[in-house]
């Protein structure tokens, strides 16, 4: 008999559960309503004993990974402390002198860069006390990316080359002939009033010209992707910025003087 009551039980509970289920089903689907009162009064229930288990995992599991990360950036910081005195113990073997500072330059920080404004200037960490003028050359990897629009004690606002309000002259490596760069606040830069006629080719070098102040010339700008459509018998040539314009950390900033047209 006690067999017979431990081979029924199973059944039972079975049975009992389908019937309570098809109940459920049957009230939910007569009364639609019942459904999200059920579904709340079930989530207030569950919800002491869950949210309890919940922090407690995360606890577990953020403590976790906080002892992996830290154990594996210990090791990552022993490797580059090993590798930083095998590179220094060979420089010193081999007598080379460390690279000194390009003079005339002050290196920056970007501090500020708005997305709606990401064409056209960004702020930097240095000012005035650190030599900067405003107009000065700005420049990223050898490239010119904008000049100093305005100066204050510690910091600096730069507008950069890709901006509408942004011209300067600038030059054909290869031919001489001058133009004005301008951007579109796009990301965009355009060599403005070169004749048309003077057939300039895709992959030739643009770079400053000694027209204006605190910018030096030769400064490489960037090249010639092609040409727009002819204005005024003046043709319109897209240029290429040499710089990374969406990956700037830091700049250049020139602080060697003052040319004068």
């Known amino acids: 008999m006690n067999i017979l009551d431990r081979e029924m039980k199973p059944w039972l509970h079975g049975i009992v559960a389908v019937l309570f289920g098809f109940c459920l089903l049957w009230a939910m689907i007569t009364f639609p309503k019942m459904h999200n009162t059920l579904v709340d009064y079930v989530n207030k229930i569950l919800y002491y004993p869950e949210k309890p288990a919940i922090e407690l995992r995360n606890i577990i599991k953020y403590s976790s990974n906080w002892v992996l990360e830290r154990s594996t950036l210990q090791d990552r910081v022993s490797k580059l402390e090993l590798a930083n005195r095998s590179m220094a113990a060979q420089l010193l073997n081999a007598s080379i ?10 290196t920056a920080k970007i501090t500020l860069r708005y997305p709606e404004d990401w064409w056209q200037g960004f702020r930097v960490d240095k000012g005035s006390k650190d030599g900067i003028k405003e107009g000065a050359a700005v420049t990223s990897e050898g490239f010119l990316i904008g ?3 305005r100066v204050y004690s510690s910091y600096a606002w730069i507008q950069m080359i890709t901006s509408s309000s942004f011209l300067i002259a600038a030059a054909v490596d290869e031919t001489r002939d001058l133009g004005v760069i301008n951007g579109d606040d796009k990301g965009n830069l355009t060599l403005l009033y070169v004749p048309e006629e003077r057939g300039l080719k895709k992959g030739m070098g643009v770079s400053t010209s000694l ?6 010339p030769g400064i490489p700008i960037g090249r010639i992707i092609e040409s727009k459509e002819s204005k005024d018998g003046f043709l319109p040539v897209r240029i290429e910025a040499g710089a990374h314009l969406t990956q700037l950390y830091s700049v250049e900033v020139y602080t060697g003087g003052e040319y004068k047209e």
Do not use: L, N, T
């Open 97 to 106: 002198k460390p690279i000194s500072p390009v003079e005339g330059m002050v």
């Open 211 to 216: 027209m204006g102040r605190h910018v030096p």
């Open 147 to 149: 000049r100093v629009m």
